[in-house]
């Protein structure tokens, strides 16, 4: 048994706060009439929208023909989950605005060309902590018996 | 440098394998015109399909109206990184199938009820390892200088 709530909101500025320190997340969009889901490097613009990186020509630019997408992050850290969900709008970003996201800390974990800066507008953030419920990891056997 | 190659592909043995290792993905689904993403704990079934549960009237039961979903898991362990991402199909299970989920180790980690199981038939399950070029992990200054 525990004190704690099991399941409780997160405000928008611990939302941020959990998207500034995680460098993957995973970006659902439209292709055609199907949903495709990919994990992403991504930053945090300003507090109000996240950029991430891609090639010409990749799958994931189906979403200039259909802006709407969904983003998560997670961590689970001992017996507490936490997650944020966004829903918003993508669009490519081009001149002045793509250099600048040379100054944020997106940092693609593989080493390939992605020339394609898309930012990732939010209309809906959803932020839960979860204490877990997880009593198999309580049924191992005591080293000390 | 390094003398790995940057990315490899997975076998469909090892997508399995690194599902069965794994207790929470992403599932991405239609909501109307909608694009949405949960976190979901889920089981493999057979290593054929992923079971889930979730309540009664919940978001998720959007997938009842389209089928069309798409799920990832991934994992970061040291300088390497795997994820695994599905396309397939969602539906409903009853009766004796929906019982027979009780046997399989679908364990949610938040305690509510979640009387309705869901199968994800897998349509084409694509998964990659990457070692990760992360220079800026190694840029930290060397204690013993």
């Known amino acids: 048994m525990t004190d704690h709530p099991p ?8 939302c941020w706060a959990m998207l500034h320190d995680q460098e993957l997340g995973r970006l659902a969009f439209h292709l055609a009439d199907e949903v495709h889901l990919v994990p992403v490097n991504f930053a945090v613009d300003h507090d109000r929208r996240l ?19 969904a983003f998560e992050v997670d961590e689970v850290v001992d017996d507490v989950a936490s ?26 974990w593989v080493d390939e060309v992605r020339p394609v800066v898309v930012a990732i507008e939010v209309d809906e953030m959803t932020g839960r902590r979860h204490h877990l419920h997880r009593p198999w990891l309580h049924l191992r056997p005591d080293p000390d018996e």
């Open 51 to 69: 950029v991430i990186r891609t090639a010409e020509g990749s799958k994931l630019l189906g979403l200039t023909m259909n802006a709407d997408v």
């Open 7 to 14: 399941t409780v909101e997160l405000s928008d500025e611990e």
């Open 83 to 108: 997650s944020v969900v966004i829903r918003g709008r993508a669009h490519e970003l081009h001149g002045a605005e793509a250099d600048a996201v040379d100054q944020l800390p997106l940092r693609p």
